[in-house]
């Protein structure tokens, strides 16, 4: 039996809960879903804004489990870096759908266009080249088989500051931890 709102919110949410406030940990990654947010991002074009409605009414306890854990990420995070560690880093990645193909080396990051899938491979290197960065926070959603490579599509990520982030509801986050 399937148990979303168990695995992906609540456990979720414990794990988060108990590595933002450990001393030691510096950073933390959670693979979610492009589906986790409250509502289309504001650079997809109708269809895919359609698309992703689509999804979040076919799946909506996953959706909504997989939303919860990612603000509740981000206002634990938030709360560790205003209570004394700024250097705190806390990343989602938020991948479309996975594909069957071998890693292509290339993929979308930041803002990414929905519709395209990814492969596995792709999405475990977007996670393990921003887990070794000092400089990553936020989500970052990952589309397939863009056209710069993992590492030069993160660095464009990073240093133009292209998450997801901008489009959440920060301060109602913020309270969720309060």
Known sequence: MSN???ID?????SFFKAATESAFKQKILSISAYSARRGP???WSKGVRDYWQSEVRSYPDIAAAKTDAD???V??????RTTGDPNFQAISVRPVWFNHNPGSGKAQGGK???GVTVSPDN???VAIMLLGRKDTRGNFDVAGE???SIADAIDQAVEQSITSLDEEDIVRNNALVL
């Open 41 to 43: 991002a504001p650079w």
């Open 9 to 13: 919110g609540q456990t979720a949410k």
């Open 75 to 80: 206002a634990c995070a938030n709360k560790r």
């Open 4 to 6: 979303p709102k168990h």
């Open 112 to 114: 990414t266009k929905v």
């Open 123 to 125: 999405v475990a290197h």
């Open 71 to 73: 603000e509740y990420l």
């Open 146 to 148: 863009g056209v710069l």
